[in-house]
Each structure stands twice: as C-alpha cells, then as structure tokens.
C-alpha cells in the first residue's frame, strides 16, 4: 500500500496533466486506450472473485459475504452520488460560502480535527486517482489490473478521470477487502463513495458468475469517456447485465449527478462523465474547475476548482466518513456496507432467483444503509468543505506528496480512527449544536478531504482562487433561484474558471468588476448535456441506478432540491425504465422523496431504515449525542444517532474489533447455516438455510454494534436427531448437523453405558468427549452436563489424564458458579490438591483457600485435601502417606501424581537424620509402598512385593543398602541419594 | 450554591480556566495539582462542578480563546468528569479523567523538565482512585468492573513516559507504587515483575523520594513473603519500616503486619508491647506458642484468624512456624532431661514426646512424631541423629537446638 501510495503522488500529477491535456484535447483519444486496457484486467478480477468463491465450499454464504461487498458498493456509489449532489448545491448556493467559512472556525475550533485526518482521507483520494491511473499494474497487480481499465476508462471520460481512477484503485482494496479485511473494506468504502467505477466493480464482484455484468457496468465508465464506444460495449456485456445490473442504479445516479454538474458547463464533457457513471464524483470535480476556467479567466481555476472541488470532494468524503461511521454504528463497517449493499445486489438477484423471502430482508438492509450514506453526505457537503479548501488548498499543494503518500495506509486503518476520535470531541465539545454539530464534524472530515482533493487538483491549476473569484462566484450564485439554476450556475462557471486558467487571466482578470453570465436554463443544459452520452448508459445502468442509493439525498434540503432537480431530469429524459430515479426527480421535495424512492426501489428502503433506527434509539451514546434527535427530521435522527454513536473511541474500538469478530462469524455462521440443515430436505433446506443467513448477515450488517448480543442464539441452535447412543468424537471443523448431533435424552443413555462400560479410557474418554460436543452444541447446561463433565472428569483421573481433568474441571467450575448441582466439595477438594501438588503457587493456593466455602471445610473431602496441603507444605511424609491410604473419593489418584516426589524427599530426609540405618520395610511401610498396605495382612506375598517394590525404588534413586545380622534389609543412611530426576 | 447564578457560573469557569493555563504557563505544579484533584472535594472544585452543571456550554468558552483551547482536550473531559464525579455518576468521570489524562500525558511528553511531576502524581492517584469507586459502582450494577484494570494499562503507559532516563524519572516510582496498589488490589501481581524490573535494572533508587520508596519496599517486600524468600522480605519491609514515616501508625501496621511473621519464621521474635501498641494481637498467641514450644496455641490461634490470615497471605508463612514450635517443644523436654539427669539428657526418647505432646492435647502416633524429628534435623533445627531401632533421638551435646538467627528455616 505505502508504496502504491507513493507512487501515486507522481503518477496523480503526470496523470492529472495526462487527463488534462486529453481532455482539452478530447477525450475520444483518452477513451480507447482505456477501453482496450478494461476489459482485460475485468477479467482478471472475475477470475479472482471466482477462484476466492470457489476456495470457500459454503458458495452460498460465501456468494452473500460477495453480495454484501456489492452493496457497499452501492453504498458507496449513493455516497458519491450525494456528494455530487451536495457539492453541487453547495457551488450553486452563493451563501453556502459564507456558512462554510463561519464552518471552518467552528469546525476547527470545537473539533481540532486534525485536517490531516481530513487531508489523508483526500490524498488517499487523491491517491488512489493517481493511482489507479499510473499505478494500478506496478502496485496492484491483481486488482490493479482489473481496476486500471477502469481508470483509463475515467480518464478518457473526463478530467474527473483520476478521481475516478482513485475510486477504482479503492475498488481493489475493496474487493479484497471483501475477501475478508474489515480494515480494508472501510477505507474500501470511503473509496467506494468516491468513485462509481469502484461501485461497477463491486457489481462485477458480486456477479462474478456474472463477468458480463460487471464489464457491462464497466463498460458503462468507459462509455462516459467515449459514448459511442461504450455502447457497444454495453450493448455487449449489458444485454445480461441489463436486469441484474443493480449497482448499475447507482452509478448512474452517481453519473447523473455528474453530469449535471458538468453538463452545463461543458455539454461535452459532462456527457462523457454522465456516462461514466463511476467516475461521476470524482469526474465532476476536475470538471468543475475546469468549466468555469474555459468562460472566465486563468486566475478562476485555482479557486473554481477549489470552490467547486471541495464541495464535491468533501461530499463524497463526507458521505465515505458518513457511511464508516455508519458501519461503525451499524456493527462493523464492512459488515454494515456488505449488509447493504447485499440487499441491493441481493434484489435484482433474489427477485429473479427466486430468494424472494431473502430479497426483502436484504432489501431492507440495504437501503438504510444507503440512506444513511446519503443523509451523511449532505451534511458534509454543506459548507465546510469551501471554506477549508479555500485556506488550506495553497499549503496543501505543498503537502500532498508527502500526505499521500501517508494518507493510503492511514486512511484505512487511522482515518477512521482520527474521523472518530474527531467527532468524538466535536460531539463532547459541540453537543449542544445538535444536529448541525454532527453534521459538522461529517463536514470538517469533508474539507478535509477537499482540500486534499483541491490541493491535488489545484497542484495542477495552482494555489487558491483570487478573492475576487470567490466574490463572483458568490455573486453569480446568489442570483440562482433554485436549485437547478445553481447547478447551471455552477456548471458555468466551472467552465469560465476553467478557460480562465487555461488562458492564464484567472488571477489577473477583475472578477470584481467581471460581468455575471447570464443565468442559464437549466432544464435545457443539464438535460441537453445528459442526454447526448447518458441514452447509451442509462440502458445498461438502470438495473444498476435501481441499487444506487440516492435516498439519502434528502437530507440536505437545499442540496438535496438541487441535486433531485438534476437527478429527475436525467432520470427522466436518460430513463423513464427506472423509476428510482424518478423519485429521485421526486425527491426535490425532501426527505419524503428519499423515503418514496427507496420505497420504489423495493420495499428495501423503508425495512432498513426501521432497523437502523431502533439500533441508535436502542443506544444510549446514540440519545447522548443525539442532539440531532431533536430534530424534526427522523432521518437526521438517525444520522446523528449513528454519528454519535461513532463518536466514542471507545465505541469506535469495541465496533472495530465487533466488526472483526462478525468478519469472521460471518463466514463461520454463514457457514453454520450452510451445513446446518444441508441434509435436511433439499429445496425447502436450502431455501431455510438461506433465510437463517439472511437473518444472520442482517443480524451482522444491521446490528453493527449490538449485532452479536443481537443474535437470537436460541434460534441458532442446533437441536439434535440423532437416536444412536455411540458417537465417535470428532472435533467440529464447521457447524454442527442436528442430525449427527444426539438429543439430551440420548444423550443420557449414552453417558449410562459410559458409566457401566467395560472398555478402556480412551474409549470412555472418545464417548465422553462427543457427549460434551454435542451438549455444547445444543447448549444444554444442566445437570445432565455436570453429570458428563464429573463423570468424565473422574475418569481421567484415574486414568491420571491430567490434561483432560483440567479441561473438565474448569467447565465444572463455572457449571457450578451458575448454581448448577452436582458433587461440588469433591471438586472443591480435587482442585485443592491439584494446587497444592501440581502447581506450587502459594498466592493462588492462598486465594482458592480463602475462596473456600464455609461448608466446605465440614466436607471430608475438602478437608483431607486440605490436610494434604498441610503435609505437603510441612513435608511430613508419615502423613502424606497415611492420607493417601485413607483418601475419599479420588484424592488418592491426585496424590498419586505427587508420590513419587514425597518418597524422594523422604528418603533424602533420613538419609540425614537418621543413623545408622533404617530398615527398608519401614520405610516401605511409611512411605506407602503397596507392600506395606498389607504388612499385617495375611497376604505375606504381598509384604514381600512391597519390601521388594521398595528395595527396587531405592536402589533405583542410588540407596546404599546393606543387610543386616537379623537378615533384614536396611537403608544405609550416610549415603545420600542421587539428585532427583523429575520424570 | 445550588442556585449560583449563569454569571457566576461563568465567571467560575472562566476563573479555573485561567487557573488552568497559568499554572502551565507559570509551570506552578502546585496549583496545577489542586486543580486536578477531583476526588479532594474542595470547595472550589465542587463550586466548579456546580457551575458546569449551570453553565452547559462550557466548552464554548474553552473554545473561545486560545489560550484555552490549547488545552481543550485536556480540559473538557476535565470538565465532563467533574460534572460527573459531582452527579455521582462515578464510571463516567473515570472514563472521562482517563480522557483528560491521556491527553495531560501527551502535553507532559513535551514538556522538557519535570516541573509537573507533582500534577502528574495527582493524575496517577485520581485515575487510581476513581477506578475502584468506579467498579465498585459496576459491581453493584452488576457489571463487570474493568475500570481498575483500565486504570492499570493507563498507569502503565504514564510509567513508559516516566521510566526512562532524564529528569521526569523520579517521578517512575510514584507511579510504579500505584501500579503495586491496583496490581495488589486486582490480584495480578505477577504484573508487577516487569515494573520491578524496570526500576531495579538501574541503580538509583537511593534517588527516588523517600515516600516511593518506602513504598515501594512495602510491596516488592509483600511479594517477597508471597514467595517464601524471607530473607529479602526481611530487608525490604525492615528497610520501609525504619524510614516510613514515624507519626503515620497505620503504615507501620501495615509493614508489621507483613514483617512479623517473617520475622518469626527467621527466629526473631517481637516484643508484646509492639504487638499492642499497633493493635496486631492476632501474632500475640502466634508469638506465645512459639516462646512455649506449645503446639496446640499455634494451631487455635491460625484457626482463629484464619481468615484475616489467608486475606492478608501470612497464613503458609506462619503455618511453617510449627517446625519451631517443634523444635521448642524439644527443647524444653530437653532442659527437663538435663535437669533430672543431665548424662543422659542428650538422649530424647521418642515416646518422652509423644506423650508430651499428648499433653498437648495432640494426639500423634510414634510414625509420626518420627516424622517430625527426622524432619527437624533434616532442617537443622536439631543437631543430632535419630536412631530408628531403639527410637530414639540422639541429640548433639553442643547446642542442640541452633538458633535460626536471622536465617530461614532450610528448606
């Protein structure tokens, strides 16, 4: 990463000037290369998503895993698309400005974000613009190369083309990310946002039986650059990706966005962005300086671009911050994105594949999530990104090597943190501002991010736009009466300030005194200009533009009027086919419109959002920093709720490692379900099995945080069928199949014939060992799983399994601690003398004694452990042996363990002590040599065994012994014993 | 002051704002302690805490000035926690002070004396303190009480800025005692070696102040006893006696406490007077049985206190005290001997101490009490031999019972 991040810097600049000089040019050049270059490295990635697809038997826990990445794709396409939108708004409302500089102070005063959070999120942008653009083959290879089609696909389109280059380089990340990095996948998304081209790629991921579709979506890109290439192209991959296409939605919408954005400005250009639908974000912004120079001066660029710039950028931004909050909020960023963008995927998919009862849920999920994104991004748009911009973008030019190169690793894993760690405070610091707190701390991270961008982009024009500039635009935009105006406006000046850096006069003309262009008709310019390259796009995006999320939109009234107007236009002169994006004419009126379109989508919209809503309710951080609930909107709500949810580093980390430990329940579950019921009956099973993972990945995506505490683990488990009493014990390497698994009442008999078999430990052991796997497997905790553990517990003492003794008395402890009966003093004293013998550990020792119960020193066998303890610890021998006669239960096979230590010590004790000798039969007697048990018996064989048991041990350990007159055997004790060997 | 008015709130706030940052710019610990201090209950504090509660929008006049907001992230959870810790809401302030800490620790990085030394020592106590009323608040709710812990890692972090070489390292000590505490008090002291480490590679510890190290010797002198290794435990409890401070009874306790039973398990035994005049008279039947030689004393008196025992962790350590009390025993059926036949005295019949220890009401068969004497002089608390045939205990005519003399019993 650091060194594709690195190369990138170069690579931005030599590129950005490439995209430059192409676009002045034209982009029909730009576009075959990049064309010719797509298709290949689209097939690459297929091929990739397959193979990872196929490494995982569970295909279809796995193909959902895939979906959901799509969705973040989406995710991040509604993203971007919002943040077009809000920059769009943000360049059309004159006194946008002005809020955005009151912005910049508050934002920085409360919030101290480190703009270099800000910056690393746009250079990581920027970053992966220029990446994607030069870098794609040396540092990614893999995704690279799939991904670099798609830049050059954007840089044909347009001078937007690096962005979208960016947004492609992330596609990778994403991608892989998908396999299975969270980290990756949040940076992913913030990506995603950004570029469209990343959203087409997740499509093509998520289809990846389906290359067609993704190269369709692709194509699409391509097309923007070059309308008429990319029909063909689309008409080729497009006629199977047509109906499934539902990433395709949002890239159109982000396309749209775009366009618009560009299309009045330069009806040629924007076409080409519209097409693309990918690049859309990215795209816009390098064509909104650019427009605005061609009418004005040279001096405009800079500025334009940075005015401009940063509102795009820091839209997308913010809606990439907005949506790794949301994943945080959610359970895991990934997770929340994969939830997402699965229903999307999911809904073209599953509508036609007959996972009907799938489609809804995912549907749900879906949609909040884009919903969510958007409403984020509004915010962000808003008005701090002009104002940073504006201050920073001078200095950020010097800084973006070096940031970039930071930015790429950070962004991913730090970013998020600083994000949050930055909201966090703001959310301390500006709690009061409620709403528009949050939202300006979306929006300090969007400037940020837009200044980075600006300062990439402006690397190119030069520094910060004159004052002067700045006073026109205003000007110019305040005369706008709505919203589509704006975005004439801005569109116009993009290009003036374009031509004015082209032709150098942007800082020397007097933009004070610089006559305001005639307000155009924005009907006419957006519609003109999107129409020409969106007819071929739009027939293959629509499938995709139903997933896009442009619900969220909404949120930002003023930039959401803005945005529908461009939005309705397009959708309705480009496709009437899609009705998503009629609302999106719709949404215009507001939030409502957000709410219809998702409902137009697919129901999915309306379910998602509940779900989110009831999670940040359900929080308490979320009503803490909910400032923002106070607000009317519920969708804002909702967002603050999220955002202030993210606010907590504490909250961050404990969702981060939470959205790792789904990254991997996922799959597990994922795979659970997979195997749960596969032998079950078959269509009915898998359409369950289906189902549960759907409730599953739901649980994930929506529960974000509370997801695990969520999960209804009752629903989960696994009730057994299985009637066979013998089980041969398998350790589990994926879920458990309630058919091989026994049911409690089996699995008493099971333990009776265990308890009255003949057979040999290990076989006992075997038997004892599936019991228990099968009692955890369906949770039973009662005293049937003492009775397992005891049992088994037991028997590996005896058989002086110690391993497995401890394995059992651990489950056994905590069994009891939950008030579960059973023989609870013996454990007591069993886990006495284990401490005592085994382990030496007086604090521990200490510890367990004082823990004791009261009624435990009454119990025999908790006080002939602890008269153990105080022979072993005095190290009287006499002692030891003599309990160990009398040990109850199974204390003696403890003791045991111990012996062979205590005879040692023993024997070396009076080999000092005494003098001359001592006789061997008395020390077998103390010292417990079975021979000496039955000394007085009748059994002198016995005796004899015993003396010479004895006899053999001491000669063994190095005794000297000696007979003496009476024949009797004695010890010599002036000889001392050999060094211990512990065995 | 319930009802102090929105000016004054502000004016108060305004008030410790600036307190704040001419105590940094004046690098004047002292009143940056007292300003830290959240748990000292002083009035100002608490008029503060009322004032916060008012006046909502504090964070608006930190945000205001500069000079301010340059510490903003230390004082605004300041602030948050104070509000909090007034409220009672004592979790909350916790994880707020911790906030404000962290972010202290990062200003005292870049500060190149150790001018705030002192503050820091506040910090480290608060965040201590504030931890375990914060868990005791999690466990009447139920919840886990981690805040201890956290407080652990966080005084962990604070040792890092201290440990190394420079001027700030004579604040590590401080710190490492607050480890000790939280360590001790969690029961994880095997967390303790690496700090103990750290401080005992380098050979300054005369440097450190006198209260750390008395300190310090109090608890790396506990783990000693934990241990069984006597000897340094002696040295280290007896080092924190002799320089804790003299007025301070409860600290002398709590050394004796530890240091007389490892006192006695090397022989020396305290005078009753101690025993009474820092109220440790759960040693007092301990210490008689071991001037008597009477068994069945000693073992009541670890009955009786059994408890107290286990808790503090004396309890192994003065269980081992029988072999003493054996070989007192013996000693005094000895000098019994000598009295009634001083040629024959050095001969111990076995059955002479199993009947005394009959006496005792002690009832141990022969096996046994062989046992025990083959052990005594297996650990040289007796001089002699034991002759198995006729049973009885040949004692070594020059002093047969050695005195431990500031020596552990030999394992």
Same mark, same amino acid.
């Given at each position: ?266 009806? $040629?250009? *924007? +076409?080409?962005?519209?097409? #693309?639908? !990918?690049?859309?974000?990215? /795209? @816009?912004?390098?064509?909104? =300086? ?75 999920? $879906?949609? *909040? +999530?884009?919903?969510?994104? #958007?409403? !984020?991004?509004?915010?962000? /748009? @808003?008005?701090?990104?002009? =104002? ?77 736009? *004159?004052?002067?500039?700045?006073? #026109? ?90 945005? *529908? ?419 | ?411």
């Amino acid at each position: 990463m650091n060194t594709e991040t690195l190369i990138a810097p170069t690579g931005t600049t030599s590129k950005e000037g490439q995209t430059f000089v192409d676009h002045n040019h034209g982009q029909s050049s730009y576009v075959p290369p990049s064309i010719g270059s797509e298709a290949p490295p689209w097939t690459m990635h297929r091929v990739d998503n397959n193979s990872t697809q196929n490494a995982f038997p569970q295909n279809s826990t796995y193909s959902y895993q895939q979906n959901a990445q799509p969705p973040t794709a989406e995710g991040m396409n509604g993203t971007p698309a919002t943040a077009s939108s809000s920059s769009l708004a943000s360049t059309n409302v004159p006194q946008g400005y002005s809020g955005y500089a009151t912005y910049q102070n508050s934002t920085t005063d409360s919030y101290g974000y480190g703009t270099t959070g800000y910056t690393s999120y746009y250079s990581g942008y920027q970053q992966q613009t220029s990446h994607s653009y030069s870098q794609p083959v040396a540092a990614y290879p893999n995704t690279g190369h799939p991904y670099q089609p798609i830049s050059s696909f954007q840089n044909t389109g347009s001078y937007a083309a690096p962005a979208n280059y960016s947004s492609t380089y992330y596609n990778p990340g994403d991608y892989q990310t998908s396999a299975g990095y969270p980290t990756t996948n949040y940076s992913t998304q913030s990506t995603t946002q950004w570029n469209e081209g990343n959203y087409a790629n997740y499509s093509s991921y998520q289809y990846s039986g389906y290359p067609p579709t993704s190269t369709g979506t692709y194509t699409p890109v391509s097309a923007t650059a070059a309308p008429v290439h990319y029909q063909p192209q689309n008409t080729q991959y497009y006629g199977k990706n047509h109906t499934e296409v539902t990433c395709a939605p949002g890239t159109e919408n982000l396309s749209v966005a775009t366009t618009t954005k560009l299309d009045c400005p330069i009806p $040629g250009v *924007p +076409g080409v962005t519209g097409g #693309y639908s !990918t690049t859309i974000s990215q /795209p @816009q912004q390098p064509q909104q =300086p650019q427009q605005p120079q061609q009418p004005s001066a040279a001096p405009w660029r800079p500025e334009a671009a940075s005015l401009q710039m940063p509102p795009q950028q820091p839209s997308t931004v913010a809606s990439a911050a907005h949506d790794g909050y949301w994943n945080y909020g959610t359970s895991g960023f990934q997770n929340q994105q994969s939830a997402v963008g699965q229903p999307e995927a999911y809904q073209p998919f599953d509508s036609r594949s007959a996972y009907a009862s799938f489609q809804d849920p995912q549907n749900n999920s $879906g949609p *909040p +999530g884009t919903n969510l994104q #958007y409403p !984020t991004v509004h915010q962000v /748009p @808003q008005s701090n990104p002009f =104002p940073n911009t504006h201050q920073t973008s001078p200095s950020l030019d010097s800084r973006r090597v070096g940031k970039f190169q930071i930015q790429t690793n950070p962004r991913i894993v730090s970013n998020l943190g600083v994000g949050l760690a930055k909201t966090d405070k703001a959310g301390s610091g500006t709690s009061a501002a409620t709403k528009p707190a949050y939202i300006s701390v979306s929006l300090p991270n969007s400037n940020d991010k837009v200044l980075s961008n600006d300062a990439s982009d402006s690397a190119l024009k030069s520094g910060a736009f *004159p004052k002067s500039l700045r006073g #026109y635009v205003e000007r110019a935009l305040a005369r706008c009466k709505d919203d589509a105006q704006l975005n004439a406006c801005q569109a116009v000046m993009k290009e003036m300030i374009t031509s004015a850096t082209a032709d150098g006069t942007l800082y020397t003309r007097d933009w004070d005194t610089e006559p305001l262009f005639p307000l155009p008709s924005v009907d006419g310019d957006s519609k003109g200009v999107q129409f020409p390259a969106p007819g071929s796009t739009f027939k293959r995006s629509p499938t995709r533009r139903i997933k896009s999320r442009w619900e969220p939109l909404p949120e930002e009234k003023p930039q959401a009027k803005l945005a *529908p107007v461009k939005y309705g236009g397009w959708v309705q002169a480009n496709q009437r086919e899609r009705k998503p994006f009629i609302f999106n004419s719709e949404r215009k009126e507001d939030r409502a419109n957000s709410m219809k379109f998702s409902s137009v989508d697919q129901n999915a919209p309306k379910f998602q959002r509940p779900f989110k809503r009831q999670r940040l309710v359900d929080k308490p951080t979320a009503v803490e920093n909910g400032d923002a609930s106070s607000d009317s909107d519920k969708e804002q709500a909702r967002y603050s709720g999220a955002i202030s949810m993210a606010n907590t580093p504490e909250e961050r980390k404990r969702r981060e490692s939470r959205s790792k430990r789904f990254e991997k329940g996922q799959g597990n579950r994922a795979e659970f379900n997979h195997h749960y019921k596969p032998k079950g009956a078959g269509a009915a099973n898998l359409y369950v099995r289906r189902a549960s993972a759907m409730v599953i990945s739901k649980n994930l995506d929506n529960g974000g945080s509370e997801a695990v505490e969520d999960i209804d683990w009752d629903a989960l488990t696994v009730k057994g069928t299985c009637q066979e009493i013998e089980k041969r014990y398998l350790r589990l390497t994926s879920a458990p199949d309630p058919a091989t698994v026994r049911p409690e009442e089996v699995l008493e008999k099971a333990l009776a014939i265990v308890q009255s078999s003949q057979k040999n430990y290990l076989y006992k052991c075997d038997q004892l060992k599936s019991i228990r796997q099968d009692l955890t497997v369906q949770r039973i905790r009662n005293q049937l799983t003492v009775k397992v553990y005891e049992t088994h517990a037991r028997l590996a003492l005896e058989f002086g399994d110690l391993p497995e003794y401890n394995q059992c008395q651990s489950q056994l402890k905590t069994l009891y601690a939950e008030g579960i009966e059973g023989c609870r003093m013996e454990f007591s004293a069993y886990g006495l003398l284990c401490m005592i013998l085994h382990s030496n550990n007086n604090r521990d020792l200490l510890s367990l004694m004082s823990r004791l119960p009261s009624e435990a020193t009454e119990d025999e066998a908790v006080k002939h452990a602890l008269a153990v303890r105080a022979a072993v610890t005095s190290g009287n021998y006499t002692m030891f042996f003599k309990l160990h006669k009398k040990a109850p239960n199974l204390n003696s096979c403890l003791m045991n363990l111990y012996v062979e230590k205590m005879r040692y010590k023993a024997v070396s004790c009076m080999s000092k002590s005494y003098r001359p000798t001592v006789p061997v039969s008395y020390i077998a007697q103390v010292l417990g040599f079975a021979s000496a048990l039955f000394a007085n018996d009748e059994n002198e064989g016995r005796e004899t065994d015993g003396l010479e048991e004895c006899m053999d041990w001491l000669k063994a350990h190095g005794a000297c012994l000696v007979t003496d007159n009476n024949g009797e055997m004695q010890l010599d004790a002036k000889v001392m014993l050999e060094p211990h060997i512990v065995y | 002051m319930a009802y102090m008015s929105m000016g004054e709130a502000h004016r108060r706030i305004t008030d410790y704002l600036n307190h704040f940052s001419d105590a940094v710019y004046d690098q004047d610990a002292a009143s940056l302690k007292l300003i830290l201090s959240l748990s000292s209950n002083s009035p100002s504090q608490l008029s503060l805490a009322d004032a916060l509660n008012i006046f909502q929008d504090a964070n608006r006049l930190i945000k205001q000035s500069d000079k301010h907001s340059q510490f903003g992230e230390i004082v605004v959870p300041l602030f948050r926690s104070l509000q909090n810790y007034r409220l009672g809401n004592l979790v909350d302030a916790y994880n707020a002070y911790e906030k404000a800490a962290n972010a202290f620790i990062q200003e005292f990085r870049n500060w190149d004396s150790a001018w705030a030394l002192e503050a820091l020592y506040v910090i480290a106590y608060e965040i201590r303190v504030l931890a375990e009323r914060a868990d005791r608040e999690l466990a009447s709710g139920g919840k886990s009480p981690e805040k201890l812990k956290g407080a652990g890692s966080f005084l962990m972090k604070v040792f890092g800025v201290l440990a190394g070489k420079g001027p700030k390292r004579v604040g590590a000590l401080y710190v490492t005692c607050q480890l000790f505490k939280i360590y001790f008090k969690l029961g994880t002291v095997h967390l303790c070696r690496s700090v103990i480490r750290s401080i005992e590679t380098v050979r300054d510890f005369e440097e450190f102040p006198k209260r750390d190290k008395v300190t310090y010797m109090y608890y790396t002198g506990r783990l000693d006893v934990f241990n069984e290794n006597f000897s340094a435990a002696d040295h280290k409890l007896s080092y924190a006696l002799t320089h804790c401070n003299p007025q301070s009874e409860a600290n002398i306790r709590m050394i004796l406490k530890y240091l007389i039973p490892v006192k006695l398990s090397i022989g020396i035994l305290p005078q009753d007077c101690l025993l009474q005049k820092y109220n440790l008279v759960e040693y007092r039947n301990v210490v008689l049985a071991l001037r008597r030689g009477d068994l069945r004393l000693l073992r009541t008196a670890l009955e009786e206190h059994e408890d107290r025992f286990l808790r503090s962790g004396v309890y192994l350590v003065l269980e081992k005290l029988e072999l003493q009390v054996y070989q007192r025993l013996l000693k005094k059926i000895y000098i019994i001997q000598k009295q009634r036949d001083p040629s024959r005295a050095h001969q111990m019949k076995l059955e002479v101490i199993v009947r005394a220890l009959k006496w005792l009401k002690i009832d141990m068969d022969l096996d046994e009490v062989e046992c025990i004497v083959a052990i005594l002089i297996y650990k040289n608390l007796v001089k002699g031999y034991f002759a198995h045939k006729s049973k009885v205990v040949v004692l070594s005519k020059q002093d047969p019972f050695p005195k431990l003399n500031g020596k552990p019993v030999s394992s």
